[in-house]
């Protein structure tokens, strides 16, 4: 079993920045990749950004490319989303997530573990 909690959401005004951070316990890693989605009211889960497990590999939602930045630190269990020049779009719940296989992937399915979410509203 896989644990995973997310911190670090709260109320940005437009422009602003936040960070996220997404602490694993259990099992962990291993050499999986790790992913950021995000659901906003009335609308299905999106992926944000991915990570491979040594952390060369990224992949960036259109959206957020540009503005956004996951990395993971293996030795302490953490992964973590840089969110900056926020926009009201940016709005939702942010889940943490752990990728099947080592391969950094878009799909919802592609991942096993999930966390329980962290509200990020951002005010105009």
């Known amino acids: 079993q896989v644990q995973l909690v997310e911190s670090g959401g709260g109320l940005v005004q437009a422009g602003g920045s936040a960070r996220l951070t997404c602490a694993a316990s259990?099992?962990?890693?291993?050499?999986?990749?790790m992913g950021w989605f995000r659901q906003a009211p009335g609308k299905e889960r999106e992926f944000v950004a991915g990570?491979?497990?040594?952390?060369?590999?990224?992949l960036y939602a259109d959206s957020v490319k540009g503005r956004f930045t996951i990395s993971r630190d293996n030795a302490r269990n953490m992964v973590y989303l840089q969110m900056n020049s926020l926009k009201p779009e940016d709005t939702a719940v942010y889940y943490c997530?752990?990728?099947?296989?080592?391969?950094?992937?878009?799909?919802?399915?592609?991942?096993?573990?999930w966390g329980q979410g962290t509200q990020v509203t951002v005010s105009s």
């Open positions: 259990g099992r962990t890693f291993g050499i999986n990749a």
């Open positions: 990570i491979g497990w040594a952390g060369g590999t990224t």
């Open positions: 997530a752990r990728g099947v296989g080592v391969t950094v992937v878009r799909s919802t399915s592609d991942y096993d573990y």
